[in-house]
């Protein structure tokens, strides 16, 4: 059975929603079945936190003030020749296996993401030399300020590495529109297989509950490479531990905080700076209520997050 809103005051569990399994309560959460739903919510309330797959959000242990809006329902995606439309909600994974079925490549990289693709347009993920910019053609967003909807061109997108216009804040993907080419299906099943291969040698399961990569790629090396060779992989720091296979990955192990994550992604900031005077920069996204001692390292790992 599909899930309803919440609306009980404070009661809604937020880890419920994110793949580190971490984070307190919200006012409500609406999990609407459609665009138009999604649409008549933003419309009385444009505050609403949004929330997707929850692969690369850490929310604090205080919670959310206000409402959250869960886009997995929005779950519609259409194929018309090479053209592939996906709603928010669609996960990257069902979307490379359909395109596979389909005889297209393009996002074969899907298949290794437990992100949605309202999460991968946000963050132009990519991985083994290619990203969502590469094939995205359009997307219908919600826009905050006018509250309207509006359609951004891939011009409009200000797609960067790890960056798009969605980040602003003003823009909610409702659906995007994806241009692959056709190729043999055993070379997209190949390629496919290959990314999954890789992902499970080098990454954790999401058995261990994470949130991907902790930190972005600084310009030309690897935040992995330097927590590796900073001497941090493997070490734990009791109810949180950075992966023994790949530095650049947290584990919650079981009874983490929001604040265990911080403190230890504070200690891998100030390693890698004072070995390699490299500053890096988060790519785990913090929302939330923060306590004092979060405010504290925020000031330092996200100095751009405004209380």
Known sequence: MAEQTITNSGTYDLSRLTTFKIGGKCDAVYFPKSVDEFIELFNKDNTLFVIGSGSNLLISSQGIKGGVVCTKQLKNITVVGNTITAEAGVTGAFMAQLAAKEGLSGVEFFIAFPGSIGGNVFMNASAHNQFTSDCFVSARCYDRETKSVVTLKKSDMNFAYKQSI?????????????????APAEEINALMARNLTNRKQTQPSMAYPNAGCAFKNPPNDSAGRLLDKAGLKGYDDGNVRIWDTHANFIINKGNATSTDVLELMLKMYNKVKETYSIELTPEVIYVGEMSKREEEICRILYPKIQK
């Open 166 to 182: 969605l980040q602003t804040g003003r823009y909610i993907l409702l659906d995007a529109v994806f241009e692959l080419k056709k």
